[in-house]
């Protein structure tokens, strides 16, 4: 589901629903408030000179984003010597504490070359919604460690099954090559391709397989719910977007970065013999420049075995969706038999001829 708000990830601090926000198109899932984009401030594996788009309204929940016409450039400038303050008298004492240290991130990270950000404004409409300023920086209590780089490839997960760098880094730069429309997100039509790229055919891609004109929707909103539904049953974290064009109103299931980590993990683990061969065609497809130079996919990256607990898992997930679809049949054959009924009792009001169904 969308999220009800967003957090600067330099700061962590929450992002009002009409404050501006600062999204990065080259990082995954990455925002900025105004006050770290235009103080320089990062974290992670985001760079200045990273493309960003700006929405004077951060939007979440119900409430849509807005873009902004204003774009972050930055330039680079000589650096100004700055006066050193002058000594404090020893004979005077000052009531107020000295100014905190500057923090890393803005006095030594990018100092070698430094940056001013400029707002080039392509119009006046960047101005026309009131605008609160952020709370100041505070360093939180605790940050979350970004993972580190691969520089090779190893295996994609830990003992624990949770994600390795490489694996993160892989389908961090899939995504990215999928994303055309530069969102952060995985539209279904890009999510089939991808699994077309894997030579997946039948109920092996459900959005595709499920492109079929229903009553008062369009084959797209049928797909949709189809491939909704499979991101439900196997907890798979997206956001819903209303699908353009779409005569019915309908929603379309987005894969977050997490989410598509999550669902690939999951065919991996449970197939990983075919899916090294998927995955391995795929990176020599797409050319990927984050692992350009690492040479081929090597077997060891996954399970020699299917992973046991994931097996049970889908096996658990599968009996509940065929239990579903069958409740649903039969909640469809009882509607029908009483529709039937109710004709029947209605001609029998009509004359003494009898009409009879069967099923």
Known sequence: MAPTYFSCDVCNTRIGLKDPRIHCLDCADYDLCANCAVGERVTGMHVLVHRTRVFKISGGGALDAVPSSAVIVY????????????????????????????????????????????????????????YTPPQP????????????????????????MSPSPAFIQLMSSILAYLDTGRSGHLVPEAYSRFLDDQAYVGDGNVWKKNLVTGKGQTKEDTADKALKRVYDLFSIEYILHPRPMSGCGGMMPLLTLKGFMDITAIEMLCEPS???????????????????????????????????QMTARVARVTAVSREQGKRALEAVRVRTMLQAQGEQNALDLLDDRRYYYTY
């Not at 330039?75 to 009531?95: K, Q, R, Y």
């Not at 995955?279 to 020699?304: C, F, H, N, Q, T």
């Open 75 to 130: 330039v680079e400038v000589n650096d100004v010597p700055v006066p050193l303050p002058a000594p404090a008298s020893p004979s005077h004492t000052s009531a107020s504490p000295p100014p905190l240290p500057r923090r890393p991130s803005e006095a030594s990270t990018h100092r070698a070359s430094s940056g001013v950000s400029t707002l080039s404004l392509v119009g006046a409409s960047a101005y026309t919604q009131p």
């Open 137 to 160: 920086y505070t360093a939180p209590a605790s940050v979350s460690p970004q993972p580190p780089m691969a520089s090779g490839w190893g295996p994609f997960f830990a003992e624990d």
């Open 274 to 308: 075919t899916e090294w061969g998927n995955i391995s065609r795929v990176i020599k497809a797409y050319d990927l420049p984050s692992v350009r130079g690492w040479g081929d996919l090597p077997r060891s990256v996954l399970p020699e075995e299917p992973h046991a």
